[in-house]
Nanobody, 127 residues
Framework: QVQLLEHGGGLVQAEDSLRLSCTVS????????MAWFRQAPGKERECVAA????????YYADSVKGRFTISRDKAKSTAYLQMNSLKPEDTAVYYC????????????????????WGQGTQVTVSS
């Protein structure tokens, strides 16, 4: 059974940067589409970024385009979310998600698409 372990949340000020990491164990990292979701208090969980198995297909939510970068490192079995120019509205619990796929060039963005989830990490951005 695949397991996801997240690191990297914290408390930062507006315009600061943070990098989240998600390490996959229990199966070959290259078999899994990776994504980052977030859930703010009182709001639904939303996908902010997703990356295909190949790393060539990438999705970003409009709210983070130009500020966040998703990437994956096969050698380290780890996906990353580099978050720059953080805003108070980015405050949320961030979750890593993974879904097995036989296709290398697709991404997924719906909660129901993903079978494996990390424990979540809190990101708080103060103004």
């Amino acid at each position: 059974q695949v397991q996801l372990l997240e690191h990297g949340g914290g408390l930062v000020q507006a315009e600061d940067s943070l990098r989240l990491s998600c390490t996959v164990s229990g199966d070959a990292f290259g078999n899994w589409i990776m994504a980052w979701f977030r859930q703010a208090p009182g709001k639904e969980r939303e996908c902010v970024a997703a990356i295909s198995r190949s790393g060539t297909e990438i999705y970003y939510a409009d709210s983070v385009k130009g500020r966040f970068t998703i990437s994956r490192d096969k050698a380290k079995s780890t996906a990353y979310l580099q978050m720059n120019s953080l805003k108070p509205e980015d405050t949320a619990v961030y979750y890593c998600a993974a879904e097995w796929s036989s296709l290398g060039f697709i991404t997924k963005t719906r909660i129901s698409d993903f079978r494996a989830w990390g424990q979540g990490t809190q990101v708080t951005v103060s103004s």
